[in-house]
């Protein structure tokens, strides 16, 4: 599917208009108008690619009312016109992952709406440019993310580990499915209703095929959440004489985990070895759980994030915590 768009190609960067009904585009005979997801920034351009919040046409209101029906995202790479670009290969994966977690009703995971092409002209002075095609998707607009809902909320820690429970269920989902996420972090865990739901899969990989698009020395996951083997990747040389595991799968998941588990329940993120005064809360078989996760070397971490939905599941009955 290739969606026309009124966008504008220039200096490398797709820019829409000030006034959001200057950009309406349609998306599977739904007309929408796309503005920023803050405001105030028109680019809302990341990393690896655009995200722009997607408002239904006949129910938008210009009072500043309205909330987004959708949020779309767009590769900032373009494809070239008859293949896919070697820049968006990594992309085309995300979306084959969000489709198959589609077709399979994932639970926790967030779900793909619409995939193709936007259209894009390039600025050119004195008449038209090219047509340049980019990679998208969009997915149902999310009420907010786990950053700001454990900012803005006194959270009983029933509901605390009712939440960990949510996540650790999406990762057990992707898992049984044989995908590692590798980027987890609190900006990519997103609340739809009462619902959580893991997303960003940008830098998912396949238990089953080669990491084709991991380079030595690529930085994969969110600095801060990295795992020990994803750090290992990035300062990965040839003379590793010492055969230091730069391997990123499952059980690094299950580390990064840990990590926004600990955010969840203490509020800072765990760094270095950790020890039980470090864990401020008193249940010791919560804090033994979150070792367990953290551990440096993966030989000491569970195998499979179904250990940790267990444990958390009879800490919830063990303690009668109440969500």
């Known amino acids: 599917m290739i969606v026309n768009t009124p966008f504008i190609y220039d200096r490398n960067c797709i820019r829409i208009y000030e006034e959001i009904t200057n950009n309406a585009i349609t ?9 920023s997801i803050s405001p105030g920034y028109k680019n809302s351009k990341g990393a690896n690619s655009y995200v722009f919040a997607l408002y239904q046409a006949q129910n938008y209101i210009d009072d500043g009312s309205s909330v987004p029906d959708r949020v779309i995202k767009i590769s900032n790479k373009r494809d070239n016109n008859n293949s896919v670009s070697e820049g968006n290969k990594r992309f085309y994966r995300e979306i084959e992952a969000l489709i198959e977690c589609k077709k399979r009703h994932i639970h926790n995971v967030v779900t793909i709406a619409s995939f193709g092409q936007l259209s894009c002209k390039v600025k050119k002075e004195g008449g038209k440019g ?9 997915v149902d607009y999310a009420s907010g993310d786990l950053k700001n809902y ?10 605390r580990i009712d939440l960990c429970l949510q996540i650790a269920n999406g990762l057990k989902e992707l898992k049984d499915i044989g995908y590692y996420h590798r980027d987890l972090k609190p900006d990519n865990i997103l609340m739809f209703d009462d619902t959580w739901k893991i997303g960003d899969l940008g830098l998912i990989a396949f238990r089953d095929k080669d990491n084709i698009y991991d380079k030595k020395n690529d930085f994969i996951g969110p600095k801060g959440w990295l795992s020990p083997e994803a750090m290992n990747k ?3 040389s040839d003379n590793n004489k010492y055969k230091f595991d730069c391997n990123i799968d499952h059980q690094s998941d299950v580390f990064q985990l840990g990590k926004v588990f600990w955010y969840i329940l203490q509020g800072n993120a765990p760094i270095g070895n950790i020890r039980r005064s470090d864990f401020f809360d008193g249940h010791d078989d919560i804090y033994s759980v979150l070792k367990y996760m953290l551990n440096h070397s993966k030989k000491k971490r569970p195998i499979s994030i179904d250990y940790v939905i267990n444990e958390l599941s009879r800490i919830m009955q063990k303690y009668k915590f109440v969500c």
């Open 27 to 35: 998306i599977d005979g739904i007309d929408y108008f796309v503005d």
């Open 130 to 138: 090219p047509t340049y095609l980019f990679p998208f998707y969009t």
């Open 150 to 159: 454990l900012e803005n909320n006194d959270i009983p820690f029933g509901n």
């Open 234 to 236: 990035y300062l990965q």
